[in-house]
């Protein structure tokens, strides 16, 4: 590879880091062609994708961005999952692939500036989807406001039914 393309795929790089949400390092030796190309398209799915970059090159990339957590990790064959959405979907891609596949191993990650730990990974890809979440939170809000207008129709119905009552008592009396 000559110089001026190791610029461009270092420019290139840099511009994608920029919308990077989580990513995620990984030692895929030992991963056959089919293989990759199989958790390639896993990966596409969920709006991530794999880039077998030279170590150099990504430490280039990276020297002014928050992925430079990375650089003490840059050692042997690594790829580089980069995700630009939803954080949870791609991991629990990744994990579920690794789990069927040894020769993937999952090394450390940076999501939003944080280094992430192997483990911390692999917790990450346990949690609920987005969607997920927000039909809990949208169940929480809609319960809260169903609550409120049946206590604060409470008041009227009780009222409602003293009239009720009253009106029972007096045609009693009458």
Same mark, same amino acid.
């Given at each position: 590879m000559d110089r001026s393309r190791k610029e461009q795929v270092v420019a290139e790089l840099q511009e994608k880091l920029k919308d990077v949400q989580l990513a995620i390092l990984v030692d895929y030796s030992g991963l056959n062609v089919t293989k990759i190309t199989e958790l390639?398209?896993?990966l596409r799915k969920s709006d991530a994708e794999i880039r077998v970059i030279k170590n150099t090159l990504f430490k280039?990339?990276?020297?002014?961005?928050?992925?430079?957590?990375?650089?003490?990790?840059?050692?042997?064959? $690594?790829? $580089?999952?980069?995700?630009?959405?939803?954080?949870?979907?791609?991991?629990?891609?990744?994990?579920?692939f690794a789990k069927k596949n040894a020769d993937l191993e999952l090394k450390v990650g940076v999501m939003n500036g944080t280094f992430l730990t192997k483990e911390q990974i692999q917790a990450l890809s346990e949690l609920?989807?987005?969607?997920?979440?927000?039909?809990?939170?949208?169940?929480?809000?809609?319960?809260a406001q169903t609550s409120l207008v049946s206590v604060l129709s409470g008041v009227p119905r009780q009222f409602v039914r003293l009239l009720e009552a009253y009106r029972e008592q007096k045609e009693k009396e009458n």
């Open positions: 390639r398209n896993e280039l990339a990276s020297k002014d961005s928050e992925f430079n957590l990375f650089d003490d990790h840059l050692k042997g064959p $690594l790829a $580089l999952i980069m995700n630009f959405g939803d954080v949870v979907e791609p991991t629990k891609a990744l994990v579920d609920p989807s987005r969607e997920v979440l927000l039909g809990k939170l949208l169940s929480v809000m809609v319960g």
